[in-house]
């Protein structure tokens, strides 16, 4: 698969694991939708088969809580996994990564969460901003959110979705700033 096209982007990754509740959040706004938790996990998850179908990858979905630890389902053609009481999806999927040692290269992990993309890129797995993987989604016709040409508020900076996150030392000098 490698060098093959998914939508516009030539990828080497052959699975994507989703940090579900990141991606939910970045989609719609829970609490404000007049739809259940459950009911937009649905939503994704028919949204990750379509997305799966066309893409030819192995799709695995994280989700906090659940069932007990590690309950996995397949949804579509789809993994969905709770990481259970003991941990949170965060450490399940830095978990996942870490497992595939030399492998962890044909992994793609969609997440804004800061703290995951740095750990998981030092195993060896890609990143991809939840925003980016949204717009990737719309371009194949699996969503539209009508966020991707929608400008920012006034007052309020944008960030491109293809921009770099703050280094470590960037975020300290924050955090301190702000005496945290």
């Given at each position: 698969?490698?060098?093959?096209?998914?939508?516009?982007?030539?990828?080497?990754?052959?699975?994507?694991?989703?940090?579900?509740?990141?991606?939910?959040?970045?989609?719609?706004?829970?609490?404000?939708?007049?739809?259940?938790?459950?009911?937009?996990?649905?939503?994704?998850?028919?949204?990750?088969?379509?997305?799966?179908?066309?893409?030819?990858?192995?799709?695995?979905?994280?989700?906090?809580?659940?069932?007990?630890?590690?309950?996995l389902s397949i949804s579509g053609a789809i993994e969905v996994v709770f990481s259970g009481s003991d941990r949170t999806a965060d450490q399940r999927i830095v978990d996942l990564v870490r497992a595939?040692?030399?492998?962890?290269?044909?992994?793609?992990?969609?997440?804004?969460?800061?703290?995951?993309?740095?750990?998981?890129?030092?195993?060896?797995?890609?990143?991809?901003?939840?925003?980016?993987?949204?717009?990737?989604?719309?371009?194949?016709?699996?969503?539209?959110?009508?966020?991707?040409?929608?400008?920012?508020?006034?007052?309020?900076?944008?960030?491109?979705?293809?921009?770099?996150?703050?280094?470590?030392?960037?975020?300290?000098?924050?955090?301190?700033?702000?005496?945290?």
């Amino acid at each position: 698969m490698g060098g093959e096209k998914t939508g516009t982007m030539p990828t080497p990754a052959r699975e994507t694991v989703i940090d579900g509740y990141n991606l939910i959040h970045k989609l719609w706004r829970p609490g404000r939708e007049k739809a259940t938790m459950a009911e937009l996990r649905d939503r994704l998850e028919s949204m990750l088969s379509a997305y799966r179908k066309a893409s030819r990858r192995h799709v695995t979905v994280v989700y906090d809580g659940g069932p007990g630890a590690g309950a996995l389902s397949i949804s579509g053609a789809i993994e969905v996994v709770f990481s259970g009481s003991d941990r949170t999806a965060d450490q399940r999927i830095v978990d996942l990564v870490r497992a595939l040692k030399a492998r962890a290269g044909l992994v793609t992990v969609i997440t804004s969460d800061r703290e995951i993309r740095r750990h998981v890129i030092a195993w060896g797995a890609s990143c991809s901003e939840s925003e980016s993987f949204i717009a990737e989604l719309e371009a194949l016709g699996l969503c539209a959110t009508g966020r991707a040409s929608r400008p920012a508020p006034k007052g309020i900076a944008s960030r491109k979705t293809g921009s770099q996150p703050l280094g470590d030392a960037e975020v300290e000098r924050w955090l301190k700033l702000f005496d945290r």
